[in-house]
């Protein structure tokens, strides 16, 4: 009986290592194949030019949405055709509209209230409109909100790669190409305005309105861009290294 029992947990715990095995196996395959799939993308302009679209649609949301919930009426514009880049217009309203902004994060709440970190994250949402939405600095927020949703769309893109359960096998590799896509290319772009003169120039001739790092920059009195530039990169950092941390601790808590 002793004999029989301890071969069932030894074939428990080699079906529980092969498992694990798989999963670091699947887990760094869909990590990697959107980071080297990243300058094949760049070599088609098609692709190219969609990963492009899409980065500057989300981009324009963020000043979108984060206008709206400081009470500003904001209409986002993206130019597909020219592929120039978007803006978004947005018209001042009262800072009292906060409150709506307050309610809408919310109902946000109750409806991802079993996602603890959803949960987390719009708390501290309405702790930041709370605290800017009499002061200058909510128009500094507005101006860092498209980076912002950029880098939330690399965290959710690349969760949804390596973590979510629910995703389609064939639909991973295209996550993660998405994410390391839009997290390289800003990184590139921030790479260069912090250490070549002509990368500042031409970011800021090429905008199509006064681009968002100079706002804050001159919103915050710094000698020019580059003094923040390495500080966005780590924006598209962190998501990454936050969603890496989530698959690695969903794997091994499986398999325990």
């Known amino acids: 009986m002793n004999d029989q029992k301890s071969y069932e947990n030894g074939c428990q715990n080699n079906n529980n290592s092969n498992d694990l095995n ?33 980065a500057v649609t989300i981009h324009e949301l963020g000043h979108t949405v984060v206008g709206l919930l400081y009470g500003n009426l904001s209409f986002p514009f993206v130019d597909f055709f020219l592929g120039r880049g978007g803006i978004t217009v947005s018209i001042e309203g009262s800072p009292s509209g906060v409150i709506f902004g307050v309610m809408a ?19 501290f949402f309405i702790i930041i409109l709370l605290c800017t939405a009499f002061t200058p600095q909510k128009y500094i927020l507005i101006s860092m909100a498209g980076h912002l949703f950029e880098a939330i769309f690399v965290g959710v893109a690349l969760y949804m790669s390596i973590v979510a359960e629910f995703t389609n096998i064939y639909d991973r590799p295209f996550y993660s190409m998405l994410a390391w896509w839009t ?20 970011y800021i001739e090429n905008s199509i309105v006064s681009p ?45």
Do not use: H, W
């Open 22 to 54: 798989k999963s670091l196996i699947y887990l760094i395959v869909y990590f990697f194949i959107g980071l080297l799939f990243y300058p094949l993308i760049n070599s088609f302009f098609i692709t190219k030019y969609i990963c492009t679209m899409i």
């Open 105 to 123: 994060l919310v109902v946000l709440i109750y409806i991802f209230r079993e996602r603890y970190y959803f949960i987390g994250m719009f708390v």
């Open 212 to 256: 968002d790092l100079l706002n804050i920059t001159n919103s915050l009195g710094l000698p020019g861009i580059e003094s923040i530039a390495g500080y966005f990169m780590l924006i598209y950092v962190i998501p990454i290294i936050i969603i890496v941390i989530m698959a690695v601790y969903k794997i091994f808590k499986q398999a325990s």
């Open 183 to 202: 997290a390289l290319n800003r990184i590139d772009l921030f790479n260069g305005l912090q250490s070549s003169e002509l990368a500042r120039s031409q």
